[in-house]
């Protein structure tokens, strides 16, 4: 599989996600959070640094529900132009 390079705005976004997912596993070791979610730490490690800046679906699905987070929430914190009511 090859992939295209990522934009600029792809790379923030990947951080912001990585930024939302620190702040929810709070005070939980990576290695906590990673086992509950199926993941291995370092994915999890690589999510959180940006490293990996568009995981799987089911890779993060299953970060929502082990911290409890609504992948709606998460997309809405992760989109750089939230749509107004």
């Not at 999890?44 to 890779?59: D, H, V």
């Not at 299953?62 to 987070?69: K, N, Q, T």
Request: with cysteine; net charge positive; hydrophobic share 35%.
């Amino acid at each position: 599989m090859i992939r295209l390079p990522q934009t600029p705005g792809e790379r923030e976004r990947g951080r912001t996600l990585g930024r939302i997912l620190r702040e929810a596993r709070g005070g939980r070791t990576v290695s906590d959070v990673a086992a509950g979610a199926n993941i291995s730490p370092e994915t999890l490690r690589k999510i959180e640094s940006g490293r990996i800046s568009s995981p799987a679906f089911f890779t993060v699905a299953s970060l929502c529900r082990e911290l409890g987070l609504s992948a709606d929430a998460l997309a809405d914190g992760c989109d750089p132009e939230p749509s107004s009511p």
